[in-house]
Structure formats: structure tokens, C-alpha cells
């Protein structure tokens, strides 16, 4: 079972391979790559779930929850492929180090400690069958870090009992996210390809996790666990449990 | 409740854009004095352009930027949209385009305005008392940076409920 963590206590050496892991999946420009795992959210192909949208009959679908779920699922798979055992961290932007000091160090430091150009400050967007063509490194414009949501925000969210109210105030906490940290990430259509963004959806994923684990259900419309998420191979009950693809999130872990 | 900072007019991270009126809506909440939880909602939310923050004042209409987001200014929340970001396709690519038939299993296109939530019960039990008819001022806020497109009105929204619950 692979253990998520908050990207503040990554290890050195899980730091490194984190950074290892995002910087081979870089060099790929066809599909094994972030380039391309990257536009499947925004350009080129527009998959991601934002909001309750309807397909093929008159339900709204809420799905924006299972979507990024089985969308990160995928992305850390294909870490794994370069580094064993690498996974997604967290960012918990309503922390109170993210909300003296903004974006964590692992992600805005411009080198590592080997003098390396850091990968998860940036990446290429290359993206040229857009109109007009995009190929441009993404870029950040962050607000002040006492913007970022607070834990009573979040609380307030958790303690939702609803599964409709609780993703209500998921997507706005998620939007506001976007928005402070701005730039590429501010925009669906490239935020994908900020290396921010896999731990501010970790995040948006743990909180989903949390909510799940405080009721006696899974907490998701029943009649809604066949539909697809496209393009992955998942249904929304193939991503529902978490144990179940094989990852777990911890806040702390100590083993013999 | 989200508290926000005060927008300095000379403060050119962020972009003053053309503040939203609604239309009255009429309610008499004192015939449903014993509601235990009142929402605004916005149908039909446009997030087509740039990522925004709404902050949402009843019956002020001349609620601003530099307006303090308190109670007794009948500020109620905020909300926030990702923004598309403009469009990126050829000709027609970012035009929402109405499925017909039921056969059409593809899901709506992106694009496809959504709904927001505000949860708005302290505040109504306050502001519910004083009125019978409310307007929403929505005041958006957009952060500029080198990519911001050129737009002077960024809130569409096709309608504004306010919601009690007994």
C-alpha cells in the first residue's frame, strides 16, 4: 500500500525522488509523458469534470470528486514507471506554514539541493494544435498567503453531512485555489501543466478521503457509481475506495 | 464566510470589472420566519473567460471593491470560479452546443454554465427582517498577470435564487 504525504514531510531522499520521477516523465513527448497526461485536464483534450454537467439523459452528474480522483491515479502510475514507490504529495494550503509562507519550498525553490534546475517549479506547455499554438513554461502570480482558505473553511466544509453541500463548497474551496495561485494554474486550460497542481488536487483528494472515512457509506449518489470517467478506464465505483487503487494518505507512519 | 482583503484602486494585481445587479426578488421571508437555512443560488454560471472571485452583497447596490465585506454592509459570502481562460480551438470550438436526442452519450460541453451555492442563513435571519425584495450585487475581482484577457464583464448568470429551508 503506497502512503500519500504532506508534501512538509517528504524526506530528502522522497523529495528527490519525487523530483526524479517529474523530471523523466518531462523528457517523454508522446504519450507516457507529463506533456501529455498534463492536457488531458485543459488543451488539447479537455477531459476534466468541473461542475454538475449532464450526458446523455437529464441527470446533472456531480463528478468532478471521482474524475480527479482516477486523473491522479494516473499520473502517479506513470511516476512509478521511472521511480518505484514515488507518490503524489499533498499541499494543505489551509496549514498555518501555507498561510504565513504560500506555495510549499518543494515547489518554488528554482534548484534543488544539487544546484538542479527543480522540476516542480515549472514545466513546458507544448500544446501546438491549440489556436494559437501554446508553448510556453507555466508561470504563477500568487496572492497573499492569508488569502489562502482557512482550516475553519475547511472544517466547516468537512462537516457537511450532504454529499451535494460537501461538493459545493469542495469546488469553490478548489476554485479559490486556482485563483490564488493564478497564472497557468488559474486558467483550465493550462493548469494542469503546473507541477503545483498534483498537490493541490492531492489535497482536494485527502479532503474527499477524509469526508468518506466520517460516514458509514461511501457518501456518493449510488444510483451515479456506473458512470464512466473518461478517457480512464475507471467507473466512479472502481475509484470510490481508495484502498482499492492501492493508496492510502498518512499524517504520520512508523513501521518495524 | 470569506473574508477579503480591501481592494486599493492603485493596486494593479487586481482588476476592477463591471459590478452585476439583479433583478428584485421578491420574497417575504417573515411568512417563513422559521426557516433553519437560507442559500442564494446562481443557475446558469458563465466561467468562459478568466478565474474570479463574486462577492455577493444584498440590497447594496452601491457595494464596490473598496466596500468591507461586513454584515452591516449586507455582505453575504463570496464565491470563486476557475475560469476556462479564454478559447483555444478553431472557430466554434467554445461554442456550447445543446446535445439533441438520447442517444448522444458524450457529456455536455465544458463549457456548460454550472451552479453555485451560497449558504447565507445568519446573514438572511438578519437581512430577511428588514425587506421584502432583494437585489444581489455581485462584485468580481480577477487577478492580472501577462496572459489576462481584455474584458470589462466577466459575471453571467442566468438566475439568482435565494432559498429557505423549513
Given amino acids: ?19 526524479l520521477a517529474f523530471s523523466k516523465l518531462m523528457e517523454f513527448r508522446d504519450n507516457r509523458g507529463f506533456n501529455y497526461i498534463a492536457g488531458i485536464h485543459g488543451a488539447p483534450q479537455f477531459k476534466c469534470w468541473h461542475h454538475w454537467r449532464r450526458r446523455g439523459e437529464p441527470r446533472l452528474l456531480p463528478l468532478f470528486c471521482p474524475w480527479h480522483r482516477a486523473y491522479l491515479y494516473w499520473l502517479e502510475k506513470s511516476l512509478q514507471d521511472q521511480v518505484p514507490d514515488v507518490t503524489l504529495p499533498w499541499w494543505d494550503w489551509s496549514s498555518p506554514i501555507s498561510r504565513s509562507e504560500g506555495l510549499p519550498k518543494a515547489y518554488s525553490e528554482r534548484t534543488d ?106 457518501g456518493f449518489p449510488p444510483d451515479l457509481l456506473n458512470e464512466i470517467l473518461e478517457p480512464f478506464p475507471f467507473t466512479v465505483r472502481d475509484v470510490l475506495e481508495v484502498k482499492r487503487l492501492g493508496y492510502e494518505y498518512a499524517s504520520a507512519s512508523g513501521s518495524s | 464566510m470569506k473574508k477579503s482583503k480591501k481592494l486599493d484602486k492603485k493596486d494593479t494585481k487586481y482588476k476592477q470589472l463591471k459590478i452585476y445587479h439583479s433583478n428584485p426578488i421578491k420574497m417575504d421571508i417573515n411568512k417563513y420566519s ?44 463570496s464565491y470563486h470560479v476557475f475560469g476556462h481562460g479564454g478559447c483555444f480551438g478553431d472557430v466554434g470550438h467554445c461554442d456550447i452546443i445543446k446535445k439533441d436526442g438520447k442517444y448522444d452519450f458524450r457529456a455536455d460541453h465544458p463549457l456548460t454554465r454550472g451552479f453555485k451555492r451560497l449558504i447565507i442563513t445568519e446573514q438572511f435571519k438578519v437581512l430577511g427582517k428588514q425587506n421584502n425584495e432583494f437585489t444581489v450585487t455581485i462584485v468580481p475581482v480577477i487577478k492580472l498577470d501577462k496572459n489576462t484577457m481584455d474584458i470589462k464583464e466577466i459575471v453571467e448568470v442566468e438566475k439568482i435564487s435565494i432559498v429557505t429551508y423549513e
Avoid: C
Avoid at chain 1, 507555466?138 to 482557512?150: A, Y
Avoid at chain 2, 446558469?44 to 444584498?58: M, N, P, Q, R
Fill in chain 1, 1 to 19: 500500500m503506497n502512503l500519500r504525504k504532506n508534501i512538509q514531510n517528504l524526506t530528502n531522499d522522497e523529495l528527490k525522488n519525487l523530483r
Fill in chain 2, 34 to 77: 422559521d426557516f433553519y437555512r437560507a442559500d442564494i443560488e446562481f443557475h446558469g454560471i458563465g466561467h468562459a473567460t478568466e478565474s474570479y472571485t463574486g462577492h455577493v452583497f444584498l440590497n447594496n447596490p452601491k457595494a464596490d471593491f473598496n466596500t468591507s465585506k461586513t454584515l452591516e454592509n449586507n455582505y453575504v459570502g
Fill in chain 1, 113 to 218: 539541493s544539487a544546484g538542479n534546475p527543480n522540476p516542480l517549479l515549472k514545466s513546458r506547455i507544448f500544446v501546438p494544435t491549440t489556436t494559437p499554438p501554446l508553448n510556453e513554461d507555466t508561470f504563477r502570480n500568487p496572492g497573499s498567503p492569508s488569502e489562502l482558505p482557512t482550516k475553519n473553511e475547511v472544517d466547516t466544509m468537512l462537516s457537511k453531512q450532504d454529499f451535494a453541500d460537501f461538493e459545493d463548497d469542495l469546488e469553490d474551496i478548489h476554485d479559490s485555489v486556482h485563483g490564488w495561485v493564478g497564472g497557468s494554474m488559474g486558467r483550465v486550460v493550462t493548469a494542469g501543466f503546473d507541477p503545483v497542481f498534483w498537490a493541490h488536487h492531492t489535497n482536494i483528494d485527502r479532503l474527499w478521503r477524509i469526508w468518506q472515512m466520517n460516514r458509514a457509506d461511501l
